[in-house]
């Protein structure tokens, strides 16, 4: 009996025992999740083709760019303009999908081409993970070349460019490319209170598709009572919209305000001189060392700033530094008497180098103009 009660514990110190159990466990459950957490982080890749052409129908600006980035359940990491997202996150390990696209895209509509992209990446545990898109165009369009005798044999008709989301109307003066989600594109004649479609094709994304429609020479066919055509349809389907020149950066890129380079692009014209770079002003009073920024005020440089492709950016590797040395330039916008100009977008022309305080930057800065 005296060994069984010395075996014996009080109530007491039987709460005690469970309840130190119950800490070790949970304690062991916390750092074993926590070994099972990664980073990931996502950036647009420089050499993306949205860098390297420009679109003629609009241009693109990454910034507004809708991003959406979930695990493989659907779990929702981020949902949001891509200036908005922060520029890492701890998740668990595990499989993510990243998503890009440029806007949303449900209906045709003439010159809207969609850029995008989507990444599956795998996170692993106590490791970094960039994602990387190249965004290209997502979406299809068509465009139609209307022969000169199309209305002198249908003085009434009506052509029609259309897919199982809409249909738009493409007049004789038309010149635009009119957009469609992949899929069966057709063209239809509507005249006299009849509809024929006379063409129909699969696009694939990035096709454009050139088609010219015209009818049969007098005499042949049916005179354009019957709706007779001949369809020329140029096969060089898969294009790009470019403009080559010898002047100014990146064959004309970042030459004037309107066609400014972002600064994912500016980081690929090292050595230009006189380019336009906008992003969101996030920082300033650098400093040589790795992490040797402020984002947040009070600022005491009036010589330097930095600006971003997103407000939310928190790294200095992840800024553009900027020179401030002309003076009307310097007094307008330096931080340490303007703090408010944090998380605004600016324009800025001036000589793109290789690093300023260690990162690539903007050095004299001739022109400014804030949003």
């Known amino acids: ?62 910034n507004d760019f809708i991003l959406d980035v979930r695990s493989v359940s659907g779990e929702e990491i981020f949902s949001g303009p891509y200036k908005s997202s922060p520029e890492a996150v701890e998740v668990k390990a595990g499989e993510y999908v990243v998503k890009a696209r440029s806007m949303d895209f449900t209906a045709p509509q003439f010159s809207m081409p969609q850029y995008g992209d989507e990444q599956a990446v795998v996170v692993e545990a106590g490791k970094t993970t960039r994602c990387t898109l190249n965004c290209g165009l997502i979406n299809c369009g068509i465009r139609l070349r209307i022969g000169s005798a199309f209305r002198d044999s249908y003085p009434d008709g009506s052509l029609f460019v259309e897919s199982a989301d809409g249909s738009l109307e493409y007049t004789d003066n038309e010149k635009r490319i009119a957009y469609f989600r992949p899929g069966e594109v057709s063209i239809v004649l509507k005249n006299q209170g009849l509809a024929k479609k006379i063409y129909s094709r699969d696009l694939s994304p990035k096709e454009i598709l050139t088609v010219g429609v015209s009818t049969p020479p007098p005499g042949e066919g049916s005179g354009g009572t019957g709706m007779e055509f001949d369809i020329l349809v140029d096969t060089t389907m898969t294009w790009i919209y470019d403009a080559a020149s010898t002047d100014g950066p990146q064959g004309g890129s970042g030459v004037t305000i309107d066609n400014a380079l972002s ?34 005020p009070p600022f005491s440089s009036r010589t330097n ?50 690093a300023y305080y260690g990162i690539p930057g903007l050095k004299n800065v001739t022109e400014y103009v804030l949003e």
């Open 1 to 62: 009996m005296k060994n069984y009660r010395q075996g014996r514990l009080s109530l007491k110190q039987l709460v005690a025992a469970v309840a130190a159990v119950s800490i070790i466990s949970s304690c062991d459950f916390l750092k074993s999740d926590e070994g099972s957490r990664g980073s990931l982080s996502w950036r647009f890749s420089p050499t993306s083709a949205l860098f390297s052409t420009r679109a003629v129908d609009a241009p693109v600006d990454t």
């Open 263 to 296: 600064v994912g692009e500016a980081a690929s014209a090292i050595g230009e001189s006189g380019v336009w770079v906008y992003g969101y002003i996030v920082g300033g009073d650098l400093t040589r060392a790795a992490e040797g920024i402020s984002f947040r």
């Open 305 to 354: 700033i930095a600006i971003a492709s997103r407000t939310s950016v928190t790294s200095k590797s992840s800024c553009f530094s900027v020179q401030l040395s002309k003076e009307s330039v310097r007094s307008a916008i330096n931080l340490a008497d303007h703090p408010d100009l944090i998380g605004r977008m600016v324009w800025l022309k001036g000589d793109v180098v290789e």
